[in-house]
């Protein structure tokens, strides 16, 4: 068929010239009216005018979205689009990261694990290698739970290399400041649960193993970080201090040390706050250091904030802030944000805080891209694992994406004759532990805290592990294609940064 | 949003079977008021005005049952959300802040902990640490009987 013919003739021309040449012979096809067929059009003039940026990264941002499995990074953008009024267009949403030019796959097993936890897989990112479940910041070598191989195989970190080489850094979280994913960026340990003194075991701590909080506090590279800020307040104050927020709690080192009264002194323009009143009141340009510990434990979820007994800032506002104090450095920075709460609401089985807390994410990295250069900024937005959250049945366009799934006006029923919600779990809380699934046909499946059903009853849904996405922009940020080991993500940095040889220079 | 838990009960109505030993059918007088755990508080978890004015009084609370402690004990956790564990806590010490603590007249017959249920006792709320296990709560409802719906 000439038809045929001509479309290959101009594929080889499109080899083998400017990309242009090939768009002007194009065959006008029965379908081209389609406005879907338009869409596809835009697309392709988009990507075929992206320009590929082979500039220095002097600027790196990470957001992690802990547990964002492609399938959250969907149904976040539908429960987005339809609470802003999106209807039957809500599936066209984008998050904002999903309007950036690149994208890759990334394989999150770990040295290991079919299926990861936290802790290896932000280590992969900030080290460049997988290692054991359980272990952050060392090599395969290493058991969880080896005190002593521990500290024979560290390896250093993304963040501590930037900081020897003079970058300012810093690390955000929703979750505990001391929890796998942000600990990645400045701890080394045999296992992720010494988070503080009192979880260390007695051997680990006869061995010289240090607990997550302190290696924070003592970080030996560079002058230190200069943002530090999430939750987990009890793991930096002792077991005899009163905690500010909650009347009646206290910390929880043994070693009787106020790790956030070390941190205001030991450098110049240090600065230590607890709720989001003195969090507003940081002025940046007189403030060089910054800790904010938010909660006794994790944050609250987005959808909880207004709850906060004292108030704290949204995810958002820490990335915002974290900037405006890091950009203070002429020679750059690295800054790790993670929306950590994404995996805690799975675990829990409830969709509706996930979602809220994966568009807040959303919110997080428009608020950094209007920050900062992206001629100069590489920033990357990923996810550390998967959950076993899925998006199923057959709901038309527009349907509640938190209500049952409904066709043609029909609520669709399984061969139990009961219907079923869009959104659900393989395994979690949300199953009957005996005898049948519960009948939803009177239930407000949208109410926040509705737990989506799941087929294996467990106290606590588990992760999964399909592979997560990778979206980025800035330069070399055309260097994620197709499916690639999550360690590649620090090769990738640091070839856009040259942060390794900048601190090898040192 | 009451009617919204209510809606919940054709939830797990299979494990509803096990009923409570610790249930006896009460008198039909007036019912005492039938709240969820958000109506005890208001503004940045300070307690609601409902919840001031219904102290010393008895009252229904609806939401599920925490795993116990540990077994043989005449109190638990009533949770507003199900909560097998507190599996991102790193003690006992880290629940949710809007735990209420349950002190049932009779032992308890333990509950899947996503079964949902009701509890009628006489509203408490201050601080109290429980001498024998250290826990520390600031709402409880005492003298209290459990029922699965």
């Known amino acids: ?506 | 949003m009451t009617a919204r838990l209510d809606r919940r009960q054709t939830l797990n109505v299979i494990a509803a079977a096990a009923l409570f030993t610790a249930y006896r059918p009460r008198p039909v007088l007036a019912a005492p008021p039938d709240l969820r755990i958000p109506d005890l508080y208001g503004a940045r978890m300070a307690f609601s005005d409902q919840a001031k004015a219904l102290t010393g009084k008895e009252i229904t609370l609806a939401g599920f049952m925490a795993p116990p402690l540990k077994p043989d004990v005449k109190f638990f956790v009533l949770t507003r959300m199900p909560m097998a564990i507190c599996p991102f806590c790193d003690s006992t010490a880290d629940w949710p802040r809007d735990i209420v603590l349950i002190k049932t007249r009779d032992d308890i017959d333990w509950v899947y902990f996503n079964v949902p249920i009701k509890v009628t006792g006489v509203l408490e709320l201050g601080t109290e640490v429980d001498d024998e296990t250290g826990f520390v709560s600031e709402v409880r409802l005492v003298k209290a009987e459990a029922r699965t719906l």
């Open chain 1, 1 to 506: 068929m000439t038809f045929t013919l001509k479309l290959a003739a101009g594929a080889a021309a499109a080899a083998l010239l400017a990309g242009s040449a090939y768009a002007a012979d194009k065959a006008t096809l029965t379908q081209s009216a389609d406005p879907y067929f338009a869409e596809g059009q835009a697309t392709l003039k988009r990507v075929m005018e992206q320009k590929t940026n082979t500039g220095k990264a002097k600027n790196i941002i990470l957001f992690v979205g802990d547990g964002m499995s492609l399938p959250t990074v969907t149904a976040a953008r539908i429960f987005e689009g339809q609470k802003n009024g999106m209807g039957d267009k809500a599936e066209t949403n984008l998050l904002s990261f999903e309007k950036f030019p690149y994208s890759a796959l990334s394989e999150t097993y770990t040295s290991d694990g079919m299926i990861a936890d936290s802790a290896p897989t932000a280590a992969a990112m900030m080290t460049g290698i997988k290692s054991p479940n359980g272990t952050i910041g060392v090599t395969s070598a290493v058991k969880q739970g080896d005190c002593k191989a521990g500290l024979e195989h560290s390896v250093p970190t993304m963040l501590e290399m930037a900081e020897t080489a003079g970058l300012s850094t810093g690390v955000i979280t929703t979750a505990r400041l001391t929890h796998a994913t942000p600990a990645a960026t400045y701890a080394h340990t045999a296992h992720r649960d010494w988070e503080a003194d009192k979880n260390l075991p007695d051997d680990a701590a006869a061995a010289g193993c240090k607990d997550i909080a302190r290696q924070l506090i003592e970080s030996p590279y560079g002058n230190g970080l200069e943002v530090a800020m999430g939750g987990g307040r009890t793991n930096f104050i002792p077991a005899t201090m009163d905690d500010p927020e909650d009347a009646g709690k206290k910390g929880v080192r043994k070693d009787g040390r106020d790790l956030t009264a070390e941190w205001v002194k030991k450098a110049p323009n240090s600065a230590y706050v607890w709720n989001k009143k003195e969090f507003d009141a940081i002025d940046v340009s007189k403030t060089d250091h910054l800790l904010g510990l938010f909660n006794r434990s994790h944050m609250e979820y987005e959808a909880d904030i207004a709850n906060d007994k004292a108030g704290e800032p949204d995810l958002a506002a820490m990335t915002t802030k974290s900037i405006e104090l890091l950009s203070k450095n002429p020679k750059g920075f690295f800054l790790m944000v993670e929306a950590g709460r994404i995996d805690h609401a799975h675990h829990e089985g409830n969709a509706y805080r996930a979602l809220e807390d994966t568009v807040e994410l959303s919110q997080a990295v428009k608020a950094a891209m209007a920050k900062v250069n992206l001629d100069e900024t590489l920033i990357i937005v990923t996810a550390d694992h998967s959950h076993t959250f899925s998006i199923s049945g057959y709901a038309d366009r527009g349907t509640n994406i938190l209500g049952l799934a409904t066709e043609g006006g029909k609520v669709l029923k399984g061969d139990d004759d009961k219907p079923y919600t869009i959104l659900g779990y393989m395994n979690g809380p949300g199953a009957a532990k005996d005898g049948a699934r519960a009948d939803l046909t009177n239930v407000d499946t949208t109410a926040p805290d509705f737990l989506q059903q799941s087929l294996i009853p467990m106290s606590s849904e588990t992760h999964a592990g399909d592979d997560v996405g990778i979206f980025a922009v800035g330069p070399w940020a055309h260097l994620f294609q197709g499916t690639v080991g999550q360690q590649y993500i620090f090769h990738v940095m640091d070839y856009a940064s040259k942060i390794s040889e900048q601190a090898a220079s040192m």
